[in-house]
């Protein structure tokens, strides 16, 4: 799948003008082969260069905070993360009962406010008016103008979801939660007094979203086969084997469902994953070390963790994992736009998680940090982000200053799977050597429905800036189209 | 007696500051006087009991000759700079108190003049404050939302400055230091040391450490010492305790930066005295 007589050209496109890394566009290259095949597609992302970098000679305790910045959409999945790695710096192996329970209500916070801006903002007009259908109303404002009350609900649950990040960590976004072995403050009664006050909405507006999404993909047999890919999953799980997203073990199943590797302890992952860099992108490929290159890729996120998971703790979100799984006949749910179905299975699991962590007396304790052991020079925190398994890894000196940093974001997993996704969809979307709107559409779609960073934020009321380019065997450019910010689409070859 | 006789008429010991009579006792400055008699002069190098510095300029005042009224002196009509004819532009924390000084203080012009200066200071050094653990403790910060300061209007200098994190438990991140002098003068001051220094001119001016290797590790510097709690920004920090105080509860969430004796409540803090 390595690309050949093209190199040459792509090597010199490797700098990527910073134009584009400013406006946020999505890239895809597709490259034909000589019978005029799509053989390998590119999907640019330019995010998180330069942040491993910029975290050196930073105090550790510091690091949380700093790497928060790399995300506008998901900052408390960083903030946590490195901070489960700051726990071991300082060694602590357990927090206390309140501090953990807080981390993890703030996460499902985090992730249901992440979950609903995903699905009402940007996938719900692709859904609910067909991918296929009028861009000028395929957006966040057709779907105001049409379903109302759907939006409504998306707005309010992306809201609470945000309430319950302020009341933790002090700020909707980009607040202070964690610090070395523990949290910063307490939750009062009257702070969760008034999260309880809507949560029995909340419960029943994520069941109405997962509906919504579970009847339209099972109704819509075309659903199942766009951009459809076969894949490993990798994901975290709990002990038990259940849905997992704040802590637990590493687990990897090939396509078929077959173990890889389960509960493995994540602080060795450098045993399991490697990373692999290509000269025209940015952003690492990894891949799980026993099956190699070539076999190793995997996707993570919503669809691998539902497919993982033995069970899910949580009774509605079971009870819908259950028939998620009905659906893939017992085996696997490979359908790439599944991952909305999945996503909000998870919504509804955070909806019941946090329905739970409020009525749990620990949960406004006061016994915040845990002691403090033996320093420790290196920790690796692991967490399920909205986006997929989340790696933060640092190493520091004897004076408390970072000295090393790998990240594995969570869209970094499912790189390869993405190019393998807009590849089956360019190959059965492109007609001759023209890049149409409807090609560019559709790719849309399917890098949307795993959610990349990159069409978050800045991009959240569904107009993700595009641009597609188709280069044959030789190299050369044979059709651009671009789509801007505004939803104009040119062609610029 | 008319309105412009009694203008003439200087009370002993007494100073105007915006229109306000204020005593001051002999050897005070401005600043020592308004302070006292709760009124606010804007200022991040000058702490009471300090040797005035006189370095960031903040406490910028016009002392207008006698007779000139305050209100003939409000500047809001000049340019940003310039000075008024009849008078001249005074740090309040070096000048001294003179019976009869017409002063203004809290004018727009002079806080647009504040406030410039403040952006230089951001601008000079490599503030993020988004990331740093003073945010909502720190001084400068304070000060840029009280003079309503939205950016930092000149282009950012991103000078490269050394973090030094060798002593156990006190770091110095000079990529924050705004050379106001305060550890320097509270180390020889109070604590009865000589840590620390400012070497080198101009915009390569900077903090030293007066230790063999220059690091701190080898300095006299202890945990207990005023130098290493006085800092108003985050360039000398207590080692491992970033983050602890949560947001709502930070110094300028629950204080404004024009409280008198403020400093008292953010020693406290920082010292952990509070509780
Ligand atoms: S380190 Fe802090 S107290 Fe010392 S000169 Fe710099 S800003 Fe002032
Ligand atoms: S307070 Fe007067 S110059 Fe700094």
Redesign the pocket.
């Known amino acids: 799948m390595e690309q050949n007589a093209t190199s040459q050209s792509n090597l010199r496109r490797v700098a990527i003008d910073p134009i584009s890394r400013v406006e946020g566009h999505g890239r895809i290259t597709l490259l034909l082969d000589d019978e005029n095949h799509i053989h390998e597609a590119r999907f640019h992302i330019v995010e998180f260069r330069g942040f491993e970098k910029f975290i050196q000679g930073r105090p550790y305790w510091e690091v949380p905070f700093l790497v928060q910045r790399l995300c506008g959409i998901c900052p408390v999945s960083h903030q946590l993360a490195a901070a489960k790695a700051v726990d071991q710096l300082v060694g602590v192996e357990r927090l206390t009962p309140t501090a953990e329970k807080l981390r993890r209500l703030l996460h499902f916070g985090q992730t249901l406010q992440s979950h609903a801006l995903h699905f009402f903002h940007l996938s719900s007009p692709d859904l609910l008016f067909g991918f296929g259908s009028d861009p000028a109303q395929r957006n966040i404002v057709g779907v105001l103008d049409k379903y109302p009350e759907l939006a409504l609900k998306g707005v309010k649950l992306r809201k609470y979801g945000q309430q319950v990040i302020a009341a933790i960590a002090g700020k909707r976004i980009h607040g202070t939660a964690t610090v070395p072995g523990g949290m910063n403050k307490i939750l009062t009664i009257a702070e969760r007094d008034a999260l309880l006050v809507d949560i029995k909405d909340i419960l029943a507006w994520s069941s109405d979203a997962l509906a919504l999404n579970e009847q339209i993909h099972t109704a819509n047999p075309e659903h199942r086969d766009f951009a459809t890919i076969r894949s490993n999953f990798l994901s975290m799980v709990g002990s038990g084997g259940e849905l997992e997203i704040y802590h637990g073990g590493l687990r990897a199943r090939s396509a078929s469902g077959a173990d890889i590797f389960d509960q493995f302890d994540y602080r060795g992952y450098q045993q399991i994953i490697r990373e692999e860099v290509r000269p025209w992108s940015y952003m690492k490929f990894p891949y799980l070390i026993e099956l190699g290159k070539e076999q190793g890729w995997y996707r993570v996120g919503p669809l691998a963790r539902v497919n993982n998971c033995d069970f899910i703790s949580t009774p509605l979100a079971e009870a819908a994992r259950k028939r998620f799984r009905e659906f893939g006949q017992g085996g696997f749910v490979h359908d790439t736009l599944a991952y909305h179905w999945a996503r909000m299975i998870e919504a509804l699991h955070c909806a019941e998680s946090i329905y739970e962590l409020l009525h749990d007396p620990d949960i406004t304790g006061t016994d915040l940090v845990a002691d403090l052991g033996e320093k420790r020079r290196e920790g690796i925190g692991v967490i399920e982000a909205p986006r997929g398994t989340l790696f933060h890894h640092y190493q520091i000196d004897e004076e408390g200053l970072i000295t090393k940093a790998n990240l594995i974001v969570s869209t970094t997993g499912n790189n390869q799977a993405m190019n393998e996704s807009v590849r089956s969809v360019a190959n059965e979307y492109l007609d001759g050597h023209e890049i149409t709107e409807g090609l560019l559409n559709h790719l849309e779609v399917a890098v949307r429905a795993y959610d990349p960073c990159l069409s978050c934020a800045t991009h959240a009321l569904g107009k993700m800036p595009l641009q597609v380019e188709l280069l044959d065997a030789d190299g050369m450019l044979v059709d651009r189209l671009t789509k801007g910010g505004n939803g104009v689409i040119e062609r610029t070859v | 007696m008319s309105t412009e006789a009694k203008q003439n008429t200087i009370t002993p010991n007494t100073i105007t500051i915006d229109g306000q009579e204020i005593p001051f006792k002999d050897g005070q400055t401005i600043?020592d006087a308004a302070l006292a008699a709760g009124v606010y002069i804007p200022?991040?190098?000058?702490r009471p009991g300090l040797t005035?510095?006189?370095?960031?300029?903040?406490?910028v005042v016009d002392i207008g000759s006698r007779g000139v009224s305050f209100h003939n002196s409000d500047r809001r009509v000049q340019t940003k700079f310039s000075v008024d004819i009849d008078g001249r532009s005074v740090?309040?924390?070096?000048t001294p108190a003179v019976a009869g000084q017409q002063i203004s203080n809290n004018t727009p012009a002079l806080n647009e003049v504040r406030k410039t200066i403040t952006q230089m200071l951001f601008i000079e050094g490599n503030h993020i404050c988004p990331s740093c653990e003073k945010s909502g403790d720190c001084t400068l910060q304070a000060m840029a939302y009280h003079l309503g300061m939205l950016d930092g209007h000149f282009p950012q200098f991103f000078p490269h400055r050394e973090v030094d994190a060798s002593h156990p438990t006190v770091m110095l991140d000079r990529d924050r230091c705004i050379l106001c002098e305060l550890c320097v003068r509270a180390s020889r001051e109070v604590d009865g040391k000589n840590v620390f220094a400012i070497a080198g001119r101009g915009i390569t001016a900077h903090l030293i450490v007066n230790s063999p290797s220059g690091k701190l590790a080898d300095s006299d510097l202890e945990t207990g010492d005023m130098a290493a709690h006085i800092c108003p920004v985050g360039a000398i920090l207590i080692k491992e305790h970033g983050y602890e105080v949560p947001i709502g509860r930070r110094t300028f969430d629950l204080h404004q930066v024009g409280e008198i004796g403020l400093e008292k409540v953010i020693l406290a803090k920082v010292r952990h005295t509070d509780e």
């Open positions: 600043m200022h991040l190098c000058h005035p510095h006189g370095s960031c300029k903040l406490c740090s309040a924390c070096t």
